[in-house]
Structure formats: C-alpha cells, structure tokens
C-alpha cells in the first residue's frame, strides 16, 4: 500500500514567487540531479558535514508521516564547485527505513545522493517546493555552521521535494548560497 507524503506546509511554496529572477525559478524548479547540473560549472566535490540520529522537527514530520521528534535517520552534505561553496543539503528518512529500504544512504561517504535516486526505477519524486529560509531554520544554520560562507545574508532559497521507495519516504531540502547566485549571474553577464 503507497501512502501519500506532503511535501509544502510551513510556507513552502508550490511555485517560486514573481519577484525572483527566470534564473532563480528554474533553479529552484529544475528537475533532476542537483549534482549533475552543478557540473556544468565544473568540477562539483560532496562533502559530509553529518551523518547521524535526529528527531524529526516540525517542518519535517508532515513530510515524512511520522510524529514530532520521531527518530530519523540525517545526512547533511556541502555541495562545492571547484572548491566553492554552493549548497547545503539536509536528507532525512525514518531510522527503521534507513536500516531497510534506504540503508545504502548510510553507506554514500562521499558519493552523491543521486547514485541512489536516479538509478533506480522504484523510486519516485514528488513536486519540488521552494522557500526562502530565514536564520532560525535548521538549513540556514547548517550552513553557517559549516563556514560556507560569512557574513550570510539573512535568507536563503531553498527547495525540497519527498523521494519515495517501496512506500518509504526520504525528504531532500537544499539550500543555495550566495556564491551559486554570484556565479550564476557572471556566467549570465559573461554570455552577452
């Protein structure tokens, strides 16, 4: 039996919002491996920032069907782009799921998560959603925490969307930093 997992509430937004650029639309919408696509700008390095045991919190429990502070199973990457920082990424699926359906999650290292999502025809994704993440969201302070980059401003666009296996979920969330607008933007002003 497939059960449904919700993947907007607390704001997240089923569309980008008129205000943000095409660029930043069809990033925060943009299908596919995040990974893969960062390489078009050269070479994309993951690394592990965490690996560990948490308890879901209130923007992740909705997605997950599970209750507050129910144990889940984290992994938090930097995404860099030869040698910069350009995302920070947070997935977390139940613990019991991480032992079973998605136990090769814990064994990635430093491998991308898309060798596991991409691959596979059992697993599906639902609709990416986007919010802009103020300082007291966990991705924010991830990456501040990991020293992605100072001083960061004080919002951070973000997307998420539930990948499903067998009826088991694992929420992705990644947020874009500065640096990955700014090179964006002068590749866009370097093509006219």
């Not at 205000?19 to 995040?34: C, H, I, N």
């Not at 799921?97 to 998560?113: D, E, F, G, I």
């Not at 100072?150 to 067998?166: D, E, I, K, T």
Request: net charge positive; aromatic share 6%.
């Amino acid at each position: 039996m497939s059960r449904r997992f919700h993947v907007a509430g607390n704001r997240w937004l089923d569309h980008p919002p008129p205000v943000l650029s095409p660029a930043q639309k069809d990033w925060l919408t943009r299908g596919g491996s995040l990974t893969r696509h960062l390489q078009a700008f050269g070479r994309v390095k993951v690394v592990v920032l965490n690996e560990s045991v948490v308890g879901a919190d209130g923007d992740e429990h909705g997605c997950l069907a599970v209750a507050p502070r129910h144990p889940l199973w984290s992994r938090d990457v930097m995404l860099t782009v030869d040698g910069s920082p350009m995302v920070v990424a947070h997935s977390v699926t139940r613990l019991a799921h991480s032992r079973s359906v998605w136990q090769a999650m814990r064994r990635l290292r430093t491998r991308p998560l898309a060798d596991l999502l991409y691959h596979d025809t059992t697993v599906t994704r639902s609709i990416l959603v986007c919010r802009a993440l103020g300082r007291r969201h966990m991705l924010h302070r991830l990456a501040w925490q990991s020293g992605a980059q100072a001083p960061l401003p004080p919002r951070l666009w973000a997307r998420r969307s539930v990948f499903q296996r067998h009826g088991a979920a694992l929420l992705v969330s990644e947020a874009f930093l500065p640096r990955f607008w700014d090179m964006l933007n002068s590749q866009s002003l370097a093509a006219r």
